[in-house]
């Protein structure tokens, strides 16, 4: 639990198992979450190959009842996906999944029906070269990160290219390999830029703010995913070191979290039918001291099931909890935000 | 002495198939106790008598075990059961559940049924990679992932540039012998596979039958096995595999598509060698590395012992074998169905009444036989 | 032939995976004992980066099943500037053969790779230690189970026979005595790692990785007799004594000789295997030590000495990739490469049993040799690959006329190693150059077709019995 003067974390809840098959609840490699209209939490699955044919969303909610899902396969046919990466809510209440392989965004209704797609692979302006995070703004409009264009695209929810901005580099402005992207409530954009370590916040034109998290308390490594709460405090998944690192609106940090992940619901079921773990899992300290040799955030978390592991995306629901997705975990964190 | 006439085809579930949705005790209600969401409704049981019965997506196999044609062997496994699906697939391919064994069961029977390897074609995989119940060192097994292009340059597509190729192979691999041994065993080796391959890719064009197999690829597998052994090459000992069954969640729609398929492919089979008149000449094995967790997790079903085998064949002597394990809650092995027979009989059965070999050095012990085939 | 080439190339097929002509370019300006010390004191390699691999494959990020650890460790092996050091890896993964099949546990596997890159190169007496306290290695052969009320003795058993001295150098009371100082080197959590490993469980989040933990109240303090010394050994005294033995001097450099230099040791072999064993004592234990002698000696660039070794299924698979030039960036189905060592009999991270894999011409059966001959023929045969391209550019830059199918087949065996042939083999090649039809050039330039010609004949090449040898 975090506590500032202005703000307080809370963990609620962990939700999630991982799944191994090719359907039915859990999760295999969760890279996103979006929300639905009546407390759908819907969690984009990117499959790793062996499971890759199942690639889908499966939609449960915070009760964790597991509701159901879609998938078309693997692929790029209609409503396929090969690598997705990231999805949101367009203002019509469609699922907007981008697919960084295809070098394409798929749409499909909250039911999971196939509406459309758009994009090609290219360097042009409305094309891509590996879309990777998107966002919504509070007009509809859609920003992409176009990852390896080094760029950031502005459209239509019809995939209508309306304008852009970067190039690869490294100073304001530019970007390498951006991944996630966020909104905040006056619509400024705020691009996780990976391979920069930094967070970038634009207006909505595109015109440079500032840079987040590039030094100092806080600097980030490779940061993943990007969320902005209606206070304006900022919420990076800084996937390199493994935590969830926590700005207030002037991008000043604040607060640093590894994570607290507790037994989701589906995991409890599993340990009342194997007792075996369950008993030897009771005597085992599940935060141990790694060796020195593996005293790094990746080797770390890989040995303790609480923290966060391979934290791929970080959003906010209309209730204020903060969800934290971990691929290499196939959960996601949930906390309250007040 | 082998009967050379009787072969072996292997079906292997692979992932652990859950042995109470296959042969399900619809009839004890403590079944439905433990399996609260992954079970089976009674009313859709096909029924073997009043307490167990078949999956409803084994009606194939029904219908032959109806005829007499499938024996059943219950709570099949090992002591110390391991519930790792390598180590336990391990323990089941080469018969040593205690150490970690280098040969494999079914390559010993290769060479017993063809000691001067004589024939390349003896066993037959249906796959890619050799599963290791197969691996002998000096035992030539054929691995096949696709019957029509096996062999050398499956992907050279233009017929007469594949023919160049092999050609020249033919030319480089097939010269006169040097004075290198290594060069020459290549040479040979070569050689061998070309010669294999020619062999095998001949088999489809023999074939006829009035069976339509699934699109699904157990189906194609068992067809192509079908091919294979009516084209007469002498194989003995076929193989292949399906999956995966590993259930942990969405059991039951995973579990009744695979064993749709399976039963499926295993009908067409036994009805295709009826056709043509070598149902009784052929067995066909089921098994899988272990049963699951008698308690469901809320969706599916984790990793556990006790399972079950399936013989099918027209020298079958058809009915339940072993003992179907209690699932009371005294009787379970660390959660789970505790094994009765030991899978090394159901092995040491098949070598000596099927094939008329001596089983002790291939499945490393004596073990108890089941009266289940006609000798 | 260039002598200079020629010896280089085959440097590098032994302390590496093969090199194209521009690698060798720039090894021969370095000349070849420099280069051996290059090889031997890598410093920091240059790979692709672990960051770009984790965010486009999640399952060489999470490394929860054995492809895509296989896959990570390709991906080193096919872009590394240190072939070296992965290919020493490659030698101790087959010397201290741990699987994945009991472990289930791929991370732990990685780790111990990773630990040979670091002490591969090094003292012997460090890369026992460290293996000792391997999880994997704790695991995989029981000495979570070894306690000092219950020994159990596998570890100590295989640490003599297998991994250091060989059998018949040591009495079963030294093993025991071995075990025993053993006891007390488990895991963190052992009980609960080992009930995950034996059901190979990934729940609730997927694996829960490995560390060390000595049990000082499980270990066995008393007097210990080993070798004829006396004394209240713990682990690293029993290492310490084992360093020592002119057996473990002659066990390691024997096995450095026929993975790097031979299959079979004949007696100018033993010469050159007595060279290293003097070298490892004078060193105090070196790896690094004992292989210079052997790389630098005259028998290891002899003719006799060429293509005296079936490669391996992973060299090859490497090897190709590398002369192809492909992988060099994320691609989707790198997974699919792990598996082909596989099909090929090697499964990397999966040896079948502790004593590794058996090697020389026992990598080679009618299976196996379909599976390498139709993967280096497809990989090598595609003229759209750079380094495929690469060769075909040097072959008809290089040669004004390419109507003489001889000279065609000259220069890309020159190219592509360069590689000495059979005669009977290089008739089948020209047989297959001329069938094809002569190649047409324009302007110095291949045109398509002709393009697809020398890729078909490279393709060809790399089906030949040759191409099965280093």
């Known amino acids: 639990m975090v506590n500032t003067n202005t703000l307080s974390i809370r963990y609620l809840k962990t939700i999630g198992i991982v799944n191994n098959g090719f359907n039915g609840r859990g999760f295999a490699n969760p890279y996103d979450v979006a929300f639905g209209p009546d407390g759908e939490i819907f969690v984009l699955n990117r499959c790793d190959p062996a499971r890759r044919s199942a690639i889908r969303v499966g939609v449960c909610n915070l009760a964790e009842e597991y509701l159901y899902e879609f998938g078309y396969g693997f692929g790029d046919g209609d409503g396929q996906m090969t690598l997705p990466v990231a999805m949101a809510f367009d203002a019509e209440g469609r699922l907007l999944i981008t697919d960084e392989h295809t070098s394409r965004v798929n749409i499909y209704s909250n039911k999971g029906d196939v509406v459309s797609k758009w994009g090609v692979k290219g360097d042009s302006e409305g094309e891509f070269n590996g879309p990777a995070g998107i966002a919504v703004d509070s007009a509809g409009l859609v920003y992409v990160c176009d990852q390896r264009n080094h760029r950031i695209q502005k459209y239509t929810s019809e995939g209508k290219f309306l304008s852009q901005w970067g190039v690869r580099g490294s100073e304001p402005g530019e970007f390498n390999l951006p991944w996630g992207i966020g909104v905040d409530i006056s619509d400024n954009v705020y691009v996780a830029d990976w391979r920069n370590d930094r967070v970038q916040k634009f207006d909505s034109s595109g015109q440079y703010l500032e840079t987040i998290g590039g030094s100092g308390e806080g600097s980030l490594n490779r940061p993943s995913g990007v969320s902005v709460d209606r206070n304006g405090n900022i919420y990076v998944t800084d996937w390199g070191n493994e935590r969830l690192q926590v700005f207030d609106s002037n991008g000043k940090a604040i607060s640093s979290m590894r994570g607290e992940a507790t037994l989701s619901d589906w995991a409890k079921d599993f340990f009342e039918s194997n007792q075996d773990e369950m008993e030897t899992r009771e005597i085992s300290n599940l935060n141990p001291d790694i060796p020195d040799h593996l005293n790094t955030p990746y080797h770390i978390s890989s040995q303790t099931e609480s923290y966060f592991w391979g934290p791929v995306s970080v959003r906010i629901d209309s209730n204020n909890r903060l969800y934290v997705v971990e691929s290499n975990r196939h959960r996601i964190q949930i906390y309250e935000i007040e | 002495m082998g009967n050379k006439e009787k072969s072996i085809v292997v079906v292997q579930l692979s992932g652990g198939n859950d042995y109470l949705n296959t042969v399900v005790p619809y009839g004890d209600d403590e079944y439905y106790d433990f399996r609260r969401t992954v079970h089976i409704e009674q009313e859709k049981v096909l029924p073997i008598d009043k307490v167990y019965g078949f999956s409803p997506h084994m009606a194939p196999i029904k219908r032959l075990y109806d005829q007499g044609k499938v024996a059943v062997i219950n709570g099949i496994g090992y002591d110390n059961p391991n519930r790792s699906h390598f180590r336990s697939m391990d323990i089941w391919h080469t018969a040593q559940p205690d150490e970690i064994g280098t040969e494999g069961w079914l390559g010993r029977v290769i060479r017993d049924l063809d000691p001067s390897a004589e024939n390349v074609l003896t066993g037959v995989n249906f796959g890619r990679g050799l599963p290791r119940a197969l691996g002998v060192r000096g035992v030539p097994v054929a691995s096949v992932g696709n019957l029509e292009t096996y062999g050398l340059f499956p992907d050279i597509k233009d017929e007469s540039a594949k023919k160049l190729a092999l050609d020249a192979f033919a030319h480089m691999y097939g010269g006169v012998q040097g004075k290198d041994p290594v060069l020459n065993f290549l040479g040979q080796t070569g050689m061998d596979a070309l010669k294999g391959a020619d062999i095998l890719r001949t088999a489809p064009q023999k074939y006829s039958s009035s069976i339509e197999y699934a699109a699904n690829p157990i189906a194609q597998g068992m067809k192509s096995i079908a091919q294979v052994l009516l084209a007469d090459f002498g194989t003995r000992v076929f193989y292949t595999q399906h999956g995966s069954f590993d259930t942990h969640s969405g059991e039951i729609a995973t579990h009744a598509k695979l064993w749709d398929e399976v039963s499926g492919a295993v009908g067409d089979f036994y009805d295709d060698m009826k056709e043509h008149g070598k149902e009784d000449e052929v067995i066909v094995m089921i098994f899988s590395e272990f049963g699951r967790r008698i308690k469901d997790n809320g969706s599916g079903t984790d990793h556990g012992s006790g399972g079950v085998a399936f013989l099918v064949g027209g020298e079958v002597k058809g009915g339940m074998y072993g003992q179907y394990p209690s699932i009371k809650e005294a009787d379970q092995l660390e959660g789970d169905l505790h094994f009765n027979n030991d899978f090394r009989s159901t092995y040491s059965t098949i070598v000596d009444k099927w094939f008329g070999l001596d089983p002790v050095p291939i499945v490393n012990g004596q073990f108890e036989q089941f009266d289940l085939v006609n000798a | ?470």
């Not at chain 3, 492909?326 to 596989?342: C, F, G, I, N, R």
């Not at chain 3, 020389?360 to 196996?368: A, K, L, P, R, T």
């Not at chain 3, 089948?428 to 047409?440: C, D, N, T």
């Open chain 3, 1 to 470: 032939m260039n002598k200079d080439v020629s010896l280089m190339a085959h440097l590098m097929r032994r302390a590496g995976f093969g090199a194209t002509r521009n690698e060798l370019e720039g090894y021969l300006e370095d000349g070849y004992e420099a280069t051996v010390d290059n090889l031997l004191d890598p410093g920091e390699s240059g790979h692709m980066p672990d960051d770009i691999i984790r965010r486009y494959h999640v399952d060489q990020s999470e490394l929860r099943q054995l492809d895509g650890a296989g896959a990570y460790w390709l991906y080193r092996m096919l872009t590394t500037s240190n072939p070296l050091e992965e290919k020493l890896a490659l030698f101790w993964h087959g010397l201290f053969a741990t699987g994945y099949a009991k472990l289930n546990q791929a991370r732990a596997l990685l780790n111990q790779i990773e630990m040979f890159r670091h002490y591969g190169f090094g003292s012997f007496r460090d890369l026992l230690v460290e293996l000792s306290r391997d999880p994997a290695m704790i695991l995989w052969l029981d000495n979570n189970e070894n306690h000092k009320e219950a020994i159990n003795e596998n570890y100590g058993r295989e640490l003599l026979e297998l991994f250091s001295m060989g059998i018949g150098n040591y009495s079963e009371d030294d093993i025991k005595e071995c075990a025993k100082a053993f006891t007390g080197w488990t895991l963190g959590n052992a009980e609960y790692m080992s009930v995950r490993a034996s059901k190979d469980s990934i729940w609730p989040y997927g694996r829960i990785a490995w560390h060390y933990e000595y049990r000082a109240d499980d270990h066995d303090g008393g007097e210990k007799k080993f070798l004829g010394k006396v004394g209240n050994f713990n682990g690293e005294d029993i290492v310490d004594i084992i360093v020592t033995q002119e057996a473990t001097a002659r066990f390691l450099s024997t096995r450095l000789f026929q993975y790097f230099a031979s299959d079979e040791v004949d007696s100018d072999g033993e010469l050159v295997i007595s060279g290293m064993m003097e070298a490892y004592f004078q060193s105090g234990y070196k790896v690094s030590a004992v292989l210079r002698s052997l790389f630098n000696s005259d028998y290891f660039k002899s003719d006799k000495c060429m293509y005296s070794r079936v490669k391996g299924p992973v060299e090859s698979v490497v090897g190709t990739v590398r002369l192809a030039g492909t992988y060099q960036e994320p691609t989707l189905d790198v997974h699919s490469l792990w598996a082909q060592t596989m099909f090929m009999g090697q499964g990397l991270l999966a040896p079948p049993t502790v004593e590794g894999w058996h090697e020389g011409v026992e990598w080679i059966d009618s299976g196996s040799l379909v599976e390498r001959i139709n993967f280096a023929a497809k990989e090598l045969s595609d003229p759209t690959k750079d380094g495929v391209k690469d060769i075909i550019r040097r072959v008809t830059s290089n040669q004004k006329d390419l109507s003489d199918p001889e000279k065609l087949v000259d220069s890309c065996l020159d190219y592509m190693g360069p590689i000495q042939v059979q005669p009977d083999t290089r008739e089948g090649l020209i047989e297959f150059a001329e069938s094809q039809g002569a190649v047409q050039i324009q302007n110095g330039q291949p045109d398509e077709n002709a393009s697809i010609q020398v890729a078909r004949l490279i393709g060809m090449i790399a089906s030949t019995r040759e191409y099965q040898l280093a």
